[in-house]
């Protein structure tokens, strides 16, 4: 998830114009395209809400050809045949029909969804990459999960762009 310093992701209006950066941190390293396409190539599979899902359609379809599953509960449609939409119990998508077919399994966007499977406990990993700016208001990514959660820092990367993407193992 990308995050503003103040934890939001997304303006009221839904805009997410405020994602380029243009801060120039030295120290930090480059984001090549060559690590873009490492990361994007290792994973299997994409879980996320309909909401973001449709932002997607809108701003050019990243995910390519990997199989991605939508959760929703309207009839929402879809010209890719790696699209499919769920509707229902999220431990059985998960543990029933995703871990058995995929080894690396990537949900993206959206808190409501991001809070469900923390809540649930089918998350053992979580990236959050924070961008330099304050929103002061918007959609925020943290608010009310309803558990305490105790993370284990695995791994820190800061970027020129500013950037500082933080991977956390969730602890079980």
């Not at 700016?133 to 791994?155: A, R, T, W």
Request: hydrophobic share 40%.
């Amino acid at each position: 998830m990308v995050a503003s310093l103040d934890g939001f992701i997304a303006k009221k209006d839904n805009s997410i114009s405020w994602m380029q950066s243009a801060d120039n941190y030295e120290q930090g390293v480059t984001l090549t395209e060559e690590r873009i396409a490492e990361v994007l190539n290792a994973i299997d599979c994409y879980v996320m809400g309909s909401a973001t899902y449709e932002h997607a359609l809108e701003h050019g379809w990243p995910y390519g050809d990997v199989p991605t599953f939508v959760l929703t509960n309207r009839a929402l449609k879809s010209d890719r045949a790696t699209v499919e939409f769920y509707s229902g119990d999220l431990p059985k998508l998960v543990n029933n029909l995703l871990k058995p077919g995929y080894k690396n399994i990537w949900m993206v966007g959206g808190a409501s969804l991001t809070k469900d499977f923390l809540r649930l406990k089918l998350a053992d990993e979580l990236i959050i990459s924070m961008l330099p700016v304050l929103l002061g208001d918007g959609l925020l990514f943290f608010d009310y999960i309803g558990i305490e959660q105790q993370l284990h820092l695995k791994d820190l990367t800061a970027y020129k762009d500013g950037m500082v993407e933080m991977r956390y193992q969730i602890i079980t």
